[in-house]
């Protein structure tokens, strides 16, 4: 049985495809087009994915779509009734030629399954279309990707058809939500109005605002108190006066009467002043200690130890660690690579393949579900690039050699990541020992904001030895204190507030990544490097060869190693390769 998982329309669009019980590929459509954040009809991921398995369109059983156009339809009716004609803005999709002509993003929506056959060219191809409610996806992409035969699932985002956050129960192949949180009280829609608020783009510039919020503190609840509120059982209750997002979610989300209890808003290039970033302080509590009463009456409801999350708010990672460490009353957490909505794609498809009485498929343990690139292939683009680049018999020992000494990696290897963190095989790394580390990144190779981290990737059977609770965490979605007579010793992975966004690198999942460190441990006895995403700011990770020689160009990388191959810009870089970096 062939299951492909399709999200279009909204953002994040990206698919899936499982075959015979198995995820065979995954990945989203910003990645091929180039567009961060793409609503258009993931058309490139959709054949890629089929490529992946070797097959056509017409050989696909089923199609899962984590939308369902039909489901709340009478309260969504009602809503716009007596909203009516302010609700008229929100009900237009978003720009994008694949959609123009159709009625509404709903219709769009709809018309996957025509538009998917228009494409592929296969009009005769037969499959069945399931239109999966968006959180009962997002439910079936953390529960059924995880280990847990039997696990509490909590899903959180800005909204679904109508439903903004659940609480539920999976057992075996089955999955029980018995809670639903109704728009527009939305957690994610609040953080989104303030992510704009800071001058950020929402959907977009939430991890600017978890960063930012390190630095202050939350002394503003008082002003929010009328804002935002919850019950004991992180149930929110919104002041719609002081939002627009349930009307038009195209413009400003937030309204007049907010800058009027806050302040004038940031612009987007304006200052940073001390009340902004006790604004990102005070809302980053408030979401914390929310999602932490959604957890502990998650777990006073199930009695359950083991929680799978899932929805764009999982991706804060902050509160994440929340709930693992600060009595949130679950031993156990997995969160999905690509918990945003990009993983709807995914948890559509395991959800209609479990539906179905299919076997659970195996454990998700890793992110490495997209493209890859042979060594001819890299090598051709760098021919054509005129890029200087050699081919070592011991590539791994010199790259560990060239970040020691400074040098600023490229590192291009394998499948592309699924979700939106690099994991190592899309990676730009450096030594984490070198305090001025984290300005250079930001400065000269990111070209973004000075207050934004970086990850520290750590072999996963030393974690112990750097971070004081030591949770595994492949997928970099907790954020960990780090010891505290460990933080000169790492401190460009070191956030103001002693942290670290974890993580935990395992030799069976990466086992190049995992050589690489350990190489670097060999020369320094420290087992970390410092890891993030090898883009720069406001566009996607990069994907192909061609992307990556691209990024290297234009930025302060000092060298880039993409399977096997080692290249350089700078002669005194190329000379220490070529002498093989021996100590």
């Given amino acids: 049985m062939i299951i492909l998982g399709i999200h279009a329309y909204t953002h994040d669009s990206a698919a899936a495809l499982i075959a015979e019980g198995k995820l065979i590929a995954a990945v989203e ?3 091929f087009v180039g567009r961060k954040h793409t609503s258009r009809f993931p058309q490139q991921a959709i054949r890629y994915c089929l490529d992946a398995a070797g097959i056509t369109l017409a050989e696909v059983d089923h199609v899962a779509v984590p939308w369902n156009p039909l489901a709340k339809l009478g309260t969504r009716g009602l809503y716009m009734l007596r909203n009516f004609p302010r609700c008229l803005a929100g009900l237009r999709a978003e720009p994008s030629k694949e959609i123009l002509g159709s009625l509404s ?3 769009a929506i709809r018309r996957i399954p025509a538009t998917l056959k228009d494409v592929f060219q296969a009009p005769d191809a037969e499959f069945q279309t399931h239109f999966v409610t968006h959180h009962d996806a997002h439910a079936a992409s953390a529960f059924f990707a995880s280990a847990f035969d039997r696990g509490a699932i909590m899903t959180i985002d800005g909204a679904g058809e109508w439903d903004v956050a659940t609480l539920g129960v999976g057992e075996g192949n089955r999955i029980r939500i018995f809670r639903r949180d109704p728009f527009p009280h939305s957690l994610g829609m609040f953080y989104g109005a303030i992510t704009q608020y800071l001058g950020f783009k929402e959907k977009e510039g939430e991890g600017k605002v978890m960063a930012l919020a390190s630095y202050g503190c939350p002394g503003l609840r008082y002003r929010f108190r009328d804002v935002i509120s919850s019950n004991g ?10 939002f627009r997002f349930q009307y038009d979610t195209k413009r400003r989300w937030y309204s007049e009467r907010l800058t009027k209890l806050l302040g004038p808003a940031r612009l987007p290039d304006g200052e940073m002043s001390d ?5 990102a302080s005070t809302a980053q509590a408030i979401l914390e200690d929310t999602v932490l009463d959604m957890a502990r009456s998650l777990h006073n409801a199930t009695g359950l130890s083991r929680l799978c999350l899932a929805g764009g708010v999982a991706l804060n990672s902050v509160a994440n660690s929340r709930i693992l460490n600060g009595s949130g009353r679950f031993d156990h957490l997995f969160v999905q690579p690509a918990a945003n909505d990009s993983g709807g794609a995914l948890g559509a498809a395991l959800w ?7 076997q659970r498929i195996p454990l998700m343990d890793h992110a490495f579900w997209g493209p890859s690139y042979s060594r001819d292939q890299v090598r051709r683009a760098l021919v054509q690039h005129r890029i200087d680049f050699l081919e070592l018999e011991n590539p791994i020992d010199v790259v560990a050699h060239l970040i020691a000494d400074g040098a600023v990696v490229g590192w291009f290897q394998g499948r592309a990541e699924w979700g939106p963190r690099a994991l190592g095989n899309r990676s730009i790394l450096a030594d984490p020992r070198r305090k001025d580390m984290k300005d250079i990144l930001n400065s000269r190779v990111k070209f973004r904001e000075s207050f934004r981290p970086f990850a520290p990737a750590i072999l996963k059977d030393r974690v112990g030895e750097y971070f ?4 595994d965490s492949p997928f970099m979605l907790l954020v960990e204190k780090i010891r505290p007579e460990k933080r000169d010793e790492i401190p460009a992975v070191t956030h103001v507030d002693g942290t670290g966004r974890l993580q935990t690198v395992s030799r069976d999942t990466n086992p190049s990544f995992y050589d690489l460190i350990s190489a670097f441990d060999r020369l320094t006895g420290v087992p970390v490097l410092l890891n993030t995403s090898f883009n720069i700011k406001g566009q996607p990770i990069v994907l192909t060869p061609e992307d990556a020689i691209d990024c290297f160009r234009i930025t302060d990388i000092d060298v880039l190693y993409a399977e096997g191959l080692v290249a350089w810009k700078d002669a005194g870089w190329g000379q220490r390769i070529m002498q093989g970096e021996q100590p």
């Fill in 29 to 31: 459509e910003e990645r």
């Fill in 105 to 107: 993003l709903w219709n």
């Fill in 233 to 242: 059982a992180g149930e929110v209750i919104l002041d719609p006066s002081y």
């Fill in 275 to 279: 009340r902004y970033v006790s604004v």
């Fill in 352 to 358: 209609v393949h479990h539906q179905l009485g299919e």
């Fill in 468 to 471: 004081v609770h030591g949770h």
